[in-house]
């Protein structure tokens, strides 16, 4: 007989707090079968799937087995509770039990995590490694049978393991920084900072404690009209600042002689630290062989991973802050390969008057201008201003930082739509769980067909960097929001959907 309370299928279903007290008191351990606790009745984590509500109370059992009981709260939030007395047999919840996780697997998680507390690895590992051919979809089991493997010191297959589980899930901190700890017991340490770095990417505005205390080096400081700008040197990567807002940052390995061998060893390569860098490849891979305008140089991290994975890709850059542009010439590299191989042409000028005289019809426009503000300038979320780029190239890519639950990013998306220019799709740069709320790097395109599949970053190369290329690359697709859901969005919050006045002319 199945038991209650362990799954959500067979949740304990309360109609009063009486009876949410009873189920607790007598829910028994799924390790010893004792219903006595050593610690006293918590607050539950509230859970909702379709318009189930389900509340998970913790029960830490005497044998300090830590069970966590399931009950569906519908009937006990609903006023109206009588007139659904049963709710566990009534349709209306039986049809909303097609979207549970199966019963077969989280009952087995359950036996996983008594195998574990007994100290029963191997049965543990068995478990998981059976749920995970059962459902190789599913995060947890392949999460598990990372923890596992550390705790029996096997830290080469645990970090194996935990990888397996970030494919699935790349915003799982605990499996970052598991796999952390499992690289630093291997003396991988760079690998580990980088599982640090990718913590605090996806989450900025949290303290992600890290071991490690990089040796960061300022390699230059000068000011220029929009601020100071600073070369800085953590250690793995380099990074070009404006007031401390990064503008780009590149790994030091592999370095810039993985492209020309009469470059120096440990100066910055091909592969960018930011994740809306990664994003970048997403355009290029509707242009493979095609030529694209870059408006905003940064460090050139964009435009060099562009060029080091499309061959036949040529790109043209403008930029109006000259200072910049001779600091990222100074310090990476592969910027003057790329003009002398002839497949790069970095301009210094206006965007807005480059594009009023241009007459070169491109491929595609890449848009990433930002100097210093956490926003770009009003002008450029214009409808004279986007008008200009569809007169120059036909399909538009945007590098635009916003949340959805605010009106920048939505007064943008209105002046391409008064462009008869709609964007088709956005792609975010970290979880869902941050589009409304939190500012982040969007990348918004006019472009109405799907990214081609079979497109792998940096092909011919191997490393940790690449790797985590890879996985954000795969990851930042998976997580795309229609034109039409954004609208959706901005009318539930009732936020204004105006463009940005056109720029005056004198």
């Known amino acids: 007989m199945t038991k209650s ?14 009876e949410i007290n009873h189920f607790f008191d007598e829910h028994t351990c799924s390790s010893c079968g004792s219903s006595e606790i050593s610690s006293i ?11 189930v509500i389900f509340a998970i109370f913790p029960k830490e059992c005497v044998c300090g087995f830590n069970n966590h009981i399931i009950m569906v709260m519908n009937s006990v939030t609903d006023n109206n509770s009588n007139s659904n007395p049963q709710i566990a047999g009534n ?23 008594v195998a574990i507390h007994n100290g029963r690895y191997n049965e543990a590992i068995a478990i998981n490694q059976e749920l995970s051919s059962k459902f190789p979809k599913s995060f947890q089991p392949k999460y598990n049978i990372g923890y596992i493997l550390d705790k029996l010191g096997r830290y080469d297959d645990a970090v194996v393991a935990y990888d397996d589980a970030l494919s699935i899930n790349s915003f799982c901190t605990d499996a970052l920084i598991n796999k952390a ?37 300022m390699l230059t400081s000068t000011s220029c009209p929009y601020g100071t700008l600073k070369v800085i040197d953590d250690g793995d990567s380099l990074m070009l600042t404006i007031d401390d807002q990064i503008q780009g940052s590149v790994f030091k390995d592999p370095s810039a002689a993985i492209i020309s061998p009469i470059l120096e060893l440990g100066t910055p390569g091909p592969v960018a630290r930011s994740l809306f860098a990664v994003a970048w490849l997403i355009s290029a891979c509707h242009s493979p062989n095609g030529s694209g305008l870059v408006l905003g140089l940064g460090c050139g991290a964009g435009p060099v991973m562009i060029l080091s994975n499309f061959p036949n890709i040529t790109l043209t850059v ?47 426009i890449l848009f990433d201008i930002y100097n210093g503000s956490p926003k770009c300038a009003h002008e450029f979320g214009s409808r004279y201003f986007i008008k200009l780029m569809c007169n ?8 635009i930082i916003g949340c959805l639950g605010q009106p920048h990013l939505h007064r943008i998306l209105a002046a391409f739509d008064e462009t008869d220019t709609p964007i088709q799709r956005l792609f975010a740069t970290n979880s869902e769980l941050y589009w409304m709320v939190q500012h982040l790097n969007w990348l918004i395109t006019t472009e109405e067909n799907d990214t081609p599949l079979t497109f792998i970053p940096f ?7 690449v790797r985590s290329v890879r996985q954000d690359f795969k990851t930042i697709q998976s997580m795309q929001v229609t034109r039409h859901k954004a609208l959706e969005i901005a009318r539930e919050l009732n936020i204004q959907q105006m463009p940005y006045p056109d720029p005056i002319k004198v």
């Not at 690998?191 to 990417?201: D, P």
């Open 5 to 18: 309370g362990i799954s959500l299928r067979n949740a304990y279903c309360p109609r009063s707090v009486i």
């Open 41 to 51: 009745f918590g607050e539950g984590k509230t859970l909702q799937y379709g318009d």
């Open 91 to 113: 349709k209306w919840f039986i049809e909303q039990k097609k979207s549970f996780p199966p019963q077969q697997l989280e009952e087995m998680l359950i036996a996983s995590q």
């Open 181 to 217: 700890l499992s690289l630093r017991k291997l003396s991988r340490n760079r690998e580990a900072r980088q599982c640090y770095y990718r913590l605090q990417q996806l989450y900025p505005d949290t303290i992600v404690k890290s071991p490690f205390t990089p040796e960061i080096t």
């Open 318 to 364: 403008i930029d109006i802050n000259p200072t910049l542009i001779q600091l990222a010439f100074n310090h990476f590299p592969l910027l003057q390969y790329y003009v002398d191989c002839g497949r790069l042409s970095i301009i210094e000028g206006d965007a807005v008057q480059f594009l009023e005289n241009n007459e070169t019809r491109y491929d595609f």
């Open 392 to 399: 120059s190239a036909e399909k538009i890519w945007c590098n």
């Open 459 to 465: 092909s011919e190369l191997e490393g940790p960097t």
